[in-house]
Structure formats: structure tokens, C-alpha cells
């Protein structure tokens, strides 16, 4: 997945907070179809917006954030 559309996803993410459904669906993306590169990670900080959901207190969110986090394994 190039840059641009994980910007897109990490913006459609921040937008989405409140929106369990999506971001959950946002993430499954994220986990599924980027391949992370330090240099993905750090043109789309998509690290810091999944790490956010690492406190939300919903158990679906907290599970697959960290299995997203796996991004962050650079």
C-alpha cells in the first residue's frame, strides 16, 4: 500500500474516533495491507494514531491495535 492511501486511512482513522465500526474496520486494513517500512511509518505516523487506540477502553479496539501494532515492529 503506497504512502498516500495510509494517509488516508490515518486521517479517515482520526476522523473516525467515536465510530467503533470503522475503526475497526480502518485497522483490519491497516494490519492487513500495509507492509511497514520506516520510512512508511514515519512519512504517515500511522504508529502514533494506532497507538492512541491502545488506551480506549473497548476490548475489540484494544485487541486489534495490537495486532496493528505490529507496524510499529520497525
Do not use: H, W
Request: aromatic fraction near 2%; proline fraction near 1%; charged fraction near 35%.
Amino acid at each position: 500500500m503506497e504512502s498516500k492511501e495510509v494517509l488516508v486511512l490515518v486521517k479517515n482513522l482520526e476522523q473516525s474516533k467515536t465510530n467503533d465500526e470503522t475503526v475497526l474496520e480502518i485497522l483490519r486494513t491497516l494490519e492487513k495491507d500495509v507492509v511497514p517500512t520506516e520510512k512508511l511509518l514515519r512519512e504517515t505516523k500511522v504508529g502514533v494514531e494506532v497507538n492512541k487506540f491502545k488506551k480506549s477502553s473497548n476490548t475489540c479496539l484494544l485487541y486489534t491495535s495490537d495486532a496493528a501494532d505490529e507496524l510499529d515492529g520497525v
